[in-house]
């Protein structure tokens, strides 16, 4: 059973940053799409930034400029860079994969636990 595990989070003040990681544990092979999303109370869950096995990458344009999405292949771990953190960024964010292969099986739409980011004075 493949697992994503969050970690970075907590709270900073504006304009500060944080570094979200997100790993994949299990006996993988390859993860094609990985992405981040968030969900703030009381609203529904969206989506941050996403990046291919390739390496390719697209943003949320209120995150545009700030975030950065990178991952390490080897270690099947993806990454959330937060530059400038706004008080509108204060959400749950998790990261979130597609095609996970494995011997013998394929998983999709696999989440992680989540994890606190809180951006206030």
């Known amino acids: 059973q493949v697992q994503l595990v969050e970690s970075g989070g907590g709270l900073v003040q504006p304009g500060e940053s944080l570094r979200l990681s997100c790993a994949a544990s299990?006996?993988?092979?390859?993860?094609?799409?990985m992405d981040w999303y968030r969900q703030a109370p009381g609203k529904q869950r969206d989506l941050v930034a996403t990046?291919?096995?390739?390496?390719?990458?697209n943003y949320a344009d209120s995150v545009k400029g700030r975030f950065t999405i990178s991952r390490d292949n080897a270690k099947n771990t993806v990454y959330l860079q937060m530059n400038s953190l706004k008080p509108e960024d204060t959400a749950v964010y998790y990261c979130?994969?597609?095609?996970?292969?494995?011997?013998?099986?394929?998983?999709?739409?696999?989440w992680g636990q989540g994890t606190q980011v809180t951006v206030s004075s």
């Open positions: 979130h994969a597609n095609a996970i292969r494995r011997l013998g099986a394929i998983d999709n739409n696999v």
């Open positions: 990046i291919a096995g390739g390496h390719s990458t």
């Open positions: 299990g006996s993988i092979f390859s993860i094609d799409r």
